[in-house]
């Protein structure tokens, strides 16, 4: 299970992290991916970045300039770093593992309850 943790509420051009603690398992199990989604209001999902079981990054394109994804396997959490963040970033942000089930296959199949954050104008 996973659980999102941050802020509710943040202000145009600040920066955004948001926290996603693992509940059971670890980061480094081969074939996990722990990724960031997110879902702006009357929009679909947007799947903004992952950091994979062995600590390699992947970014949207869209996003790449202002995301990071950070990690702290000890504590089993991973952090999603957004940067100059304007209204358009309001939205419920998810974290999600998924799964490599065989090369090219991929399921998600835990994700956290998600959590709300507005940005201010």
């Known amino acids: 299970h996973l659980q999102e943790s941050g802020p509710g509420l943040v202000k145009t051009s600040q920066s955004l992290s948001l926290t996603c603690t693992v509940l059971?398992?670890?980061?480094?199990?081969?074939?996990?991916?722990w990724t960031w989604i997110r879902q702006s209001p009357g929009k679909g999902l947007e799947w903004m970045g992952a950091?994979?079981?062995?600590?390699?990054?992947y970014y949207s394109p869209t996003l790449k300039n202002r995301t990071s994804i950070s990690r702290d396997t000890s504590k089993k959490l991973f952090t999603l770093h957004l940067t100059s963040v304007t209204p358009q970033d309001t939205a419920v942000y998810y974290c999600?593992?998924?799964?490599?089930?065989?090369?090219?296959?991929?399921?998600?199949?835990?994700w956290g309850q998600g959590t709300q954050v507005t940005v201010s104008s």
């Open positions: 999600a593992k998924e799964t490599r089930i065989v090369e090219g296959l991929y399921e998600y199949d835990d």
């Open positions: 059971g398992g670890s980061l480094t199990t081969s074939d996990y991916y």
């Open positions: 950091i994979s079981y062995n600590g390699d990054t």
